[in-house]
């Protein structure tokens, strides 16, 4: 994943600002006419679960860090997709969803779309290592959110919980428990998400 820690510059700012100009244009009309009625019928299975926003959510907090302590933000990669997965190493559901979201990212993830994995509470470095290599994770980050204040500020009650963020930054969708992210269902409404209804 493209996320950095350094401040953003004003050339980030700047294409974010044309990022956002381009979204108020109408370039992609699924923004301008909202998500839900075209991701509602494409939910199905454990996506049933997915609470689909009438109008995208900000974000008040989006800070986490690294396995080096190094702070890092959800905004930093505005332009991509981002399947935001709140775990724990001790939380069974989210053991369970973890071989799946990494198919997921193996098969989706790139310029466009992103899968990022962020252990929150209390949760050791080698306990999610070792996680990693029983399981064969080898293609989502490690991420930390050790004091919840992350989980805090997005209304993450209990474990797992997934957003769905889009290319501004806003989630747009939220899934409380376990589901099958490699799922077609699941994998059509990110698409969705990326592309718009047309696309």
Same mark, same amino acid.
């Given at each position: 994943?493209?996320?950095?820690s350094a401040p953003r510059t004003a050339a980030k700012i700047a294409a974010a600002s044309l990022f956002y100009l381009?979204?108020?244009?109408?370039?992609?009309?699924?923004?301008?006419?909202?998500?839900?009625?075209? *991701?509602?019928?494409?939910?199905? =299975? &454990?996506?049933?679960?997915? !609470?689909?926003? #009438?109008?995208? $959510?900000?974000?008040?907090?989006?800070?986490?860090?690294?396995?080096?302590?190094?702070?890092?933000?959800?905004?930093?990669?505005?332009?991509?997709?981002?399947?935001?997965?709140?775990w724990a190493t001790w939380c069974a559901p989210c053991r369970e969803e973890m071989p799946e979201l990494n198919s *997921?990212?193996?098969?989706?993830? =790139? &310029?466009?779309?992103?899968? !990022?994995?962020? #252990?929150?509470? $209390?949760?050791?470095?080698?306990?999610?290592?070792?996680?990693?290599?029983?399981?064969?994770?080898?293609?989502?980050?490690?991420?930390?959110?050790?004091?919840?204040?992350?989980?805090?500020?997005?209304?993450?009650?209990?474990?797992?919980?997934t957003l769905i963020l889009d290319q501004e930054g806003r989630e747009v969708a939220r899934l409380q428990g376990g589901?099958?992210?490699?799922?077609?269902?699941?994998?059509?409404?990110?698409?969705?998400?990326?592309?718009?209804?047309?696309?």
């Amino acid at each position: 994943m493209s996320l950095i820690s350094a401040p953003r510059t004003a050339a980030k700012i700047a294409a974010a600002s044309l990022f956002y100009l381009a979204a108020l244009a109408g370039a992609n009309p699924v923004f301008a006419e909202g998500l839900k009625p075209a *991701l509602d019928p494409l939910r199905e =299975g &454990d996506m049933r679960k997915l !609470v689909v926003h #009438a109008e995208p $959510r900000e974000l008040r907090d989006t800070a986490f860090t690294d396995p080096d302590g190094a702070e890092l933000d959800l905004t930093d990669d505005l332009g991509k997709v981002l399947l935001v997965n709140f775990w724990a190493t001790w939380c069974a559901p989210c053991r369970e969803e973890m071989p799946e979201l990494n198919s *997921l990212q193996k098969e989706m993830g =790139g &310029d466009s779309f992103e899968v !990022v994995t962020i #252990a929150t509470g $209390r949760n050791s470095l080698a306990g999610i290592k070792k996680f990693y290599a029983e399981e064969e994770i080898d293609a989502l980050p490690i991420y930390l959110d050790g004091r919840s204040t992350l989980a805090r500020a997005t209304g993450v009650l209990g474990l797992p919980v997934t957003l769905i963020l889009d290319q501004e930054g806003r989630e747009v969708a939220r899934l409380q428990g376990g589901a099958k992210w490699d799922s077609e269902s699941a994998k059509a409404i990110l698409r969705t998400v990326i592309d718009g209804p047309s696309g």
